[in-house]
């Protein structure tokens, strides 16, 4: 299985600043269709996951662009600039390029 | 709009069997694969299994943790989602979610509100 490590476990950031979270894979996550199947999802308090990023670096539908990703093979970073009171929840790194499908242990985001 | 409602959960004994729905609408459900994740409380989502869209013949793939045990299935007369869950154990608690994998992607475009099942004497 392609185990999803991600850094840090935590994080506390004020409103209008930026944070990174990393998440890193134990296998390239590099298809033999040349796609890279690396994916971010937010987990608001008492919802279900929501999609934020696709393919690395694409934003899902509606989502702001204060989030970017990017990173390559088995390195990949999600990037919040401009920090809301409605980022707050845990991120999860996930990916879709080999069965089983899994995800990182999460990062959880604190407003200060 | 793309909408799933899982029901079914609840409180089991351990070595019992509980099946799960999940109603889709919003969208045509035969073109879609279709997925069971589990989130135990407090802990990161688990992919249990796939259910390939009819283009694919409605095959399945499996995480080895559930495989032989759990059973994804589909009902594409009227849009739902099943996940059939057997000798259950304590450490199968978890809020289950249906979701919507998109293969192109390689993503959970959409979840539904997820459903607890709680394995417990």
């Known amino acids: 299985d392609v185990v999803m490590t991600q850094t840090p476990v935590s994080l506390s950031v004020s409103l209008g600043g930026q944070v990174s979270i990393s998440c890193r894979s134990s296998?390239?996550?590099?298809?033999?269709?040349?796609?890279?199947?690396l994916s971010w999802y937010l987990q608001k308090p008492g919802q279900s996951p929501q999609l934020l990023i696709y393919?690395?670096?694409n934003r899902f539908s509606g989502i702001s662009d204060r989030f970017s990703g990017s990173g390559s093979g088995t390195d990949f970073t999600l990037k919040i600039s401009r920090v809301e009171p409605d980022d707050l929840g845990v991120y999860y790194c996930?990916?879709?390029?080999?069965?089983?499908?899994?995800f990182g242990s999460g990062t959880k985001l604190e407003i200060k | 709009e793309v909408k799933l409602l899982e029901s079914g959960g609840g409180l089991v004994q351990p070595g019992g069997s509980l099946r799960l729905s999940c109603a889709a609408s919003?969208?045509?459900?035969?073109?879609?694969?279709m997925s069971w994740i589990r989130q135990p409380p407090g802990k990161a989502p688990e992919w249990l299994g796939v259910?390939?869209?009819?283009?694919?013949?409605?095959?399945?793939e499996y995480n080895p943790s559930v495989k032989g045990r759990f059973t994804i299935s589909r009902d594409n007369t009227q849009n739902i989602l099943y996940l059939q869950m057997n000798t259950l154990r304590a450490e199968d608690t978890a809020i289950y979610y249906c979701?919507?994998?998109?293969?192109?992607?390689?993503?959970?475009?959409?979840w539904g509100q997820g459903v607890m099942v709680t394995v417990s004497s």
């Open positions: 296998q390239s996550l590099v298809h033999n269709n040349g796609n890279t199947y």
């Open positions: 393919k690395v670096s």
């Open positions: 919003g969208f045509t459900f035969t073109d879609f694969y």
């Open positions: 979701a919507r994998w998109m293969y192109t992607t390689g993503v959970f475009d959409y």
């Open positions: 996930g990916q879709g390029t080999q069965y089983p499908l899994t």
């Open positions: 259910i390939r869209n009819k283009a694919n013949g409605y095959t399945t």
